[in-house]
């Protein structure tokens, strides 16, 4: 018998064991990924929770009892471009811009209501940008 496809050679490489404590880059990456996705979920539900919040205040009319509100969308805020933003510059702006807002608002100790206002607007032109905004397919 004659072979007609010859066999590759074998990468030895890929065969040997990892040292303990060593991970490869593609398990890095997967990592990198999982807690990207967490930043995602628990940025997304303290915004969402901050927001309800605000919301029900502008519709109640009432006022907000506390600046927790605040704090719980502004650090939601925070976590949520941490791991959404790619762009590293833009990421860390954004991250510390809501990071300063937040402890305004702890330091001021009181909600107007054009600052629910803003908050509420701009989590509407957030929301629409990213609903109609294709993400770009990696080639």
Known sequence: MTQSDPQPPQDNEDNEPQPLGRSTESEQEGSDQHWRV?????????????????????????ELSGVVAMLLYFCGLAIWANAVIEQPLLRWVVTAGAIGVAIGFLQFGEILFWHKQVVFWGTAILVLYFMFNEPKKPA
């Open 38 to 62: 967490l930043g995602k979920m628990v940025g997304t539900a303290f915004m969402f929770l901050g927001f309800l919040q605000v919301f029900l205040s502008i519709s109640g009319g009432f």
